[in-house]
């Protein structure tokens, strides 16, 4: 049988103060004396009392809530950049609220079920939900855009990678060591992402006279890496893959191996992102990446931001983290 907990009212009595302090005392942000705080918590401890935290929510019209709408927590990049945020917003005892959206049916209704939830913030990591669909959703929430859409003059805040210098450092080391025949593998045609990507190598590209020989289409899975760089290879052999993630470079790079292509003597191979399998030894995929911890900081600070502040655009500079499959790893200073 369920044991009824403590009222507020009962710990205030207990604490010898008023139930405002009992509430000061459980929100991180109020002012009250450490030594205050720390008794009404013990207290609250020994005897199993916890505040109501949407009763709290109706009270400030916060409830310390962000939806993360993401495509999905299987691929390592929103994975692992996800597990970074969601540290950083329970470090500031803020809950994550995750919906996934790939393969879901009716992504709007998924967001309408969590936006009942009165959610303070919202972060928009899916390309497969629009930027409007989520505004006009989550109306009273805060949006914070990490998906790469345009904004196009809507007033949200963003946070963008940009890797024009880190694409020219990969092409410029890889046209100097001789190799003149360039492949793109995307990924989704609707990413937005994955154009900019493209976009950045084509231009870096143009800068040498070149431009990309032919241009496949995965779906940024391990699998589709794989499949269609052996009917590539099977049929051509360009000096360079250009992957849109690295899950895909580590399919080609196994595909390679299949046809006993030598990477990087034969191939050089180029992904995206930077997860953590890649840098495994077995792959040492050179990748193009934001500096680790860099968008789940940039995130977690537009969200600490007082509500009804102008938004902002947070611009993320990508850096190469080189690996064996573009050569010889470049000495460091």
């Not at 609220?97 to 998924?110: F, G, I, M, V």
């Not at 694409?167 to 003149?180: H, K, S």
Request: net charge negative.
């Amino acid at each position: 049988m369920r044991r009824k907990g403590l009222t507020s009212v009962e710990l205030a009595r207990l604490a010898g103060v008023s139930s405002a302090t009992i509430s000061r005392a459980f929100s991180p942000d109020s002012a009250i004396k450490p030594e205050t705080r720390s008794r009404i918590l013990a207290l609250a401890d020994e005897h199993g009392f916890r505040p109501n935290a949407m009763a709290r929510s109706l009270n400030n019209s916060q409830s310390r809530l962000v939806a993360l709408v993401v495509n999905t927590v299987a691929n390592p990049a929103e994975g692992e950049g996800l597990d970074q945020l969601i540290h950083r917003l329970q470090a500031r005892e803020r809950m994550p609220l995750l919906l996934c959206c790939a393969n879901h049916e009716d992504r709007s209704q998924l967001m309408r079920i969590a936006s009942t939830y009165q959610v303070d913030h919202v972060v928009l990591y899916s390309d497969a939900v629009s930027i409007d669909d989520a505004v006009d959703i989550f109306r009273s929430a805060e949006l914070v855009v990490a998906s790469s859409e345009p904004l196009q003059g809507r007033p949200v805040s963003d946070v963008r990678l940009d890797a024009n210098r880190a694409t020219a450092e990969v092409v410029d080391r890889l046209v100097a060591n001789g190799r003149r025949h360039f492949v793109y593998l995307s990924g989704r045609s609707s990413s937005h992402i994955d154009k900019q990507r493209m976009a950045w190598f084509a231009a870096a590209l143009e800068a040498h006279d070149l431009a990309f020989d032919v241009v496949e289409h995965g779906d940024y899975s391990y699998e589709s890496g794989y499949k269609e760089a052996v009917l590539l290879l099977r049929r051509s052999r360009p000096d360079v893959i250009v992957c849109a993630n690295d899950l895909m470079a580590v399919g080609v790079k196994d595909a390679a191996a299949l046809l006993s292509i030598t990477v990087p003597d034969d191939l050089a191979i180029v992904g995206h992102d930077g997860v953590a399998l890649a840098a495994w030894d077995a792959h040492s995929i050179t990748t193009i990446m934001p500096p680790e911890g860099s968008v789940s900081v940039a995130l977690a600070e537009i969200i600490e931001r007082s509500p009804g502040d102008e938004p902002i655009q947070h611009v993320v500079d990508c850096i190469v983290r080189w690996g064996r499959s573009t050569g010889e790893l470049p000495r460091r200073d």
